[in-house]
């Protein structure tokens, strides 16, 4: 969430930086007041144009994020699932033996997973 703020906020500093030099820039040329104005239209859209790429670019990059985070994510979970698997066999081979160490490790195995 503080991602998408910070994205939001260098976009809008950005754009405002942008239209204001550009303006600047035009409004201390030495130019007539038709041409001024073409030019002011002119650089607008332009600063428009790529603030649309720049949001797309930004949309791609998040997109892509999105789609690591769940990869990983599902990697992470499958790696789980193999640990418990894994635990739970050792406590059957165990609890063969004496049911309260296979308590106990079962126990310790839960806190790993828990804690992590």
Not at 22 to 29: C, D, E, K
Not at 77 to 95: H, L, M, W
Request: hydrophobic share 40%.
């Amino acid at each position: 969430m503080a991602d998408k703020k910070a994205i939001k906020s260098f976009m809008w500093g950005v754009l405002t930086g942008a239209v204001t030099g550009a303006v600047s820039a035009l409004l201390f040329a030495p130019k007539p007041g038709r041409e001024l104005r073409k030019d002011i239209s002119v650089t607008a859209q332009k600063v428009g144009d790529k603030t649309v790429e720049f949001g797309r670019q930004a949309g791609t990059a998040v997109q892509s994020l999105a789609k690591r985070t769940t990869e990983f994510a599902s990697d992470a979970k499958q790696a789980a699932g193999r640990f418990v698997t894994d635990i739970r066999s050792r406590n059957t081979v165990i609890s063969g033996e004496d049911e309260e160490t296979a308590a106990a490790v079962d126990l310790e195995s839960d806190d790993k997973i828990a804690s992590n």
